[in-house]
């Protein structure tokens, strides 16, 4: 089984009891940094794809980044009640993670590996390794290959429109592989 219908799996079971809720993208990052890229990037596929069932905040265009997030978080929480969000960030990591994609059961914690304190999203995240961590991070960030950032944004893209069309069976009655 290929890593992203692996990636896939775990996401779907994630949100299968969840399912009743709005689903809401938050893609972190800004354009301003090739590697802190990877959210917008991801939301700006998403939003071309004029998702059935998953709202996406945080595109190139309008980036959710350290200045606006708690305004986004706020704003999400007074027009969706109770939804089920989902994080997606960029990270650092060891040389041998570089290009991975990781679901977690947990919130994204934005700006950590920078010593940020900012809000934690949602209730589950994704993440992309997309270059080391550990010294000069943000140098690091903004001397990140395009290539590989925009690789993995178009796979954690692939992942939300599988679970999105995951939804549209549900939502449909149908129950499958999908």
């Known amino acids: 089984m290929s890593a992203i219908n692996q990636q896939y799996l775990q996401l779907r079971t994630l949100i299968k009891n969840n399912s ?3 689903i809401i993208v938050v893609c972190v990052g800004t354009d301003r940094s090739t590697g802190d ?3 917008p990037l991801v939301g700006t596929i998403l939003q071309e794809k004029r998702l059935e069932h998953i709202h996406v905040f945080g595109t190139i265009d309008y980036p959710v980044h350290a200045v606006n997030l708690h305004s986004t978080l706020d704003g999400i929480s007074k027009q ?3 939804p ?3 994080g997606i960030d960029a990270t650092l990591g060891r040389l041998k993670a570089v290009g991975e994609i990781s679901v977690h059961n947990r919130p994204l ?4 590996g920078l010593g940020k304190e900012l809000p934690e999203v949602g209730e589950c995240s994704i993440t ?3 270059n080391v961590g550990g010294f000069m991070e943000i140098f690091v960030l903004q001397n990140t290959r395009l290539s590989l950032v925009m690789k993995m944004a178009k796979d954690i893209a692939e992942l939300i429109i599988l679970v999105d069309k995951y939804l549209l069976n549900i939502f449909q009655g149908r129950t ?3």
């Not at 914690?109 to 950590?112: E, L, M, T």
């Open 20 to 22: 009743h809720k709005e």
């Open 37 to 39: 890229s990877l959210g």
């Open 80 to 82: 969706f009640r109770n």
């Open 84 to 86: 089920y969000v989902i």
């Open 109 to 112: 914690r934005p700006g950590a």
């Open 128 to 130: 992309g390794t997309v």
């Open 176 to 178: 499958g592989p999908c």
